[in-house]
């Protein structure tokens, strides 16, 4: 039976053929749909989201070291999250297989930075496995299971945002009758105190020798042979561009990327007269080669910034001059992001604007409230980096510069990081004011529940964390709950906490308007004969207000009737439309 499937789609299915128990994640685009597919179409694997990616892979290593195989799932910063348990669970190794999913985003699609997961590899000292299609999605994670047991060592898979979201011919297969392996008590193995690390990383470098050798023979590095004048080492997506650009090329896909197949580079490059690298990012495999003595062409010729493409191969490496259709030639408008008609952040962004305070943001929706006509955040560093960022603004400039600071986060961001910043502002007597908003739900990655929603990934009640007690817990003692569409209650309460002389929180609470049981009462419309084109709605940001010049519109299509910008007009202008 063939299905064709995003490669995220594959790699559950990789999972459940391979027998896998547990798998943990918490959502990060371009991963996010690992594990929501795993969830939703695999009962016999146990899934969670988890706070965050530290957790995780903590999980997957605990039911790894328990005897089954276990899988995690991050976007490439999730990884930096899970760096700690990452490099220590290289020298435990594993009992059950373990397979860690990271997704890389060249081109920043929707992400803070570009980073290249191969590198932790090489760090941690764990293999990389990186598929080019979603058939390899599913075979490499199954393959990448069998390497963990076969080599005692977590394996990592590599995806990009293309790989991750295309789709293309699955060929499925039955699911592998995996037995859990027996646990038996190791402190040898298992515990890292530095005695037992010492004889853990003699392990770990004969096993990367045995690796390098493995990676030789492994059928995933494939070579196609065609001319002897031009030859490509590539891996990922940039095989498809290869294939596409350079059809003449002789080519060694590496699916194996960590450690590297010296012997079959080697026998390669002596095979062909001018030899390229094409890879996605850094010069991971160019760097090792040139080590190796070879002469080769990458980074000189192709960008380390950013997604290739067939087009910008052809013309760095073939100097072929690319053909532009006549549509292509037309300008195209600029579609900035905006926050959606009804979000629940636009009333806060309102009045943090109105109040000219500075804003130390976070990762989520609310990053957008950094464009225009919001334009209220100063900074956006990571996931929780908004409460520290206050904290250590406050202390280097002072209270009054702190009075003027505001901290905001998203309930999921507030869990998966910011809680320890929020313990770092009361123990070191701090003086900021922190914003949690609260939309009942992950919104920026696809809606996934988290801890303080009351429901898990499959969507059972669960117990759900109440904020207000947390923030209380860690020595909080004013805490607000307060709806942004009130504006005028909100704006009373964010000068009220900002003039405080002690820490606060701000309990920004509305659901997201996406969620299907928001109801709102019905479509709005500006009476034109009330209108006093004073432009008040304008600021609230809302695309489905139109500025047509002589007048002001309310887009139909767009209005999900939240009535935000009938708090802002002072000439009650704005009515329900009629039907």
């Known amino acids: 039976m063939k299905k064709l499937m995003l490669g995220n789609e594959a790699v559950a299915r990789g999972a459940y053929e391979a027998g896998c128990t547990v798998a943990s994640a918490y959502p990060g685009t371009p991963s996010t749909e690992i594990t929501e597919t795993i969830a939703k179409e695999y009962n016999e694997i146990y899934s969670e989201w988890a706070p965050n990616e530290k957790v995780a892979m903590e999980v997957a290593i605990g039911a790894s070291f328990g005897g089954a195989r276990a899988i995690c799932a991050m976007k490439h910063v999730g990884l930096n999250v899970a760096a700690d348990p990452l490099f220590t669970v290289s020298y435990t190794g594993v009992n059950g297989g373990l397979v860690i999913m990271v997704a890389d985003d060249p081109g920043m699609h929707s992400s803070q930075n570009e980073q290249d997961s191969r590198n932790y590899a090489r760090a941690s000292k764990v293999p990389m496995l990186e598929p080019s299609d979603s058939q390899e999605c599913k075979d490499f994670v199954k393959k990448a299971f069998s390497i963990s047991e076969q080599f005692d060592t977590p394996v990592m898979v590599r995806l990009s945002t293309r790989i991750a979201h295309s789709q293309s011919i699955v060929e499925i ?11 038996v008590k190791d402190a040898g193995k298992y515990v890292m105190m530095p005695a037992m690390a010492k004889k853990r990383h003699v392990a770990v470098e004969k096993r990367m020798a045995d690796l390098r050798g493995f990676s030789d023979t492994i059928a995933f590095n494939r070579l196609e042979m065609n001319s002897s004048e031009t030859g490509v080492i590539t891996s990922g997506i940039a095989y498809q561009y290869v294939k596409e650009a350079m059809p003449d090329a002789s080519v060694l896909k590496l699916g194996m990327v960590y450690p590297v197949p010296e012997k079959l580079i080697a026998d390669f490059a ?13 010069p991971f495999f160019e760097e090792q080669i040139l080590k190796m003595g070879i002469k080769v062409i990458g980074k000189e010729k192709l960008p380390v910034i950013g997604e290739l493409s067939s087009k910008l191969i052809a013309e760095r490496l073939m100097g072929k001059a690319a053909e532009n259709s006549e549509a292509s030639k037309q300008p195209v408008p600029v579609r900035p992001p905006v926050m959606c008609p009804g979000c629940p952040h636009r009333g806060m962004f309102y009045v943090l604007k109105k109040l000219k305070l500075n804003v130390s943001g976070d990762i989520g929706c609310y990053t957008l ?13 990571c996931m929780g980096a908004s409460i520290g960022v206050a904290h250590g603004m406050e202390k280097a400039r002072g209270a009054e510069f702190g009075k003027k600071t505001v901290a905001i986060l998203g309930d999921s961001t507030f869990i998966h990081s910011g809680i320890t910043g929020l313990i770092d502002i009361v123990y070191n007597k701090g003086n900021s004011t922190v914003l949690i908003l609260d939309n009942s739900i992950t919104g920026m990655t696809g809606h996934q529940q988290n801890p303080t929603t009351g429901f898990t990934i499959k969507g059972e009640p669960t117990k759900q964390v109440d904020l207000e007690l947390l923030c209380k817990a860690v020595g909080i003692e004013r805490v607000s709950v307060v709806d942004p569409f009130d504006i005028k209650e909100f704006e009373k309460v964010v000068k009220r906490e900002t003039a405080a002389d002690e820490p606060s929180v701000i309990i920004s609470q509305r659901p997201c308007a996406l969620l299907k049981n928001v109801r709102y009462e019905g479509v709005q419309e500006i009476n034109q004969d009330k209108c006093k084109k004073c432009r008040m709605c304008m600021k609230i940001g809302c695309p489905a207000i139109v500025d047509k010049g002589e007048h002001l519109q309310i887009d139909t299509a767009l209005c999900v009737g939240c009535k935000l910008c009938t708090k802002v007009c002072g000439f009650n202008a704005i009515e329900k439309a009629d039907k």
């Open 369 to 381: 409230g950094a464009l225009a006509p919001n334009e209220s955040i100063d900074t956006c560093v």
């Open 270 to 282: 002596s095979r062909v007269k001018t030899l390229y690298v094409v890879e996605e990012l850094e």
């Open 173 to 183: 297969n039955d699911k592998e009758d995996y037995k859990l392996k027996e646990y």
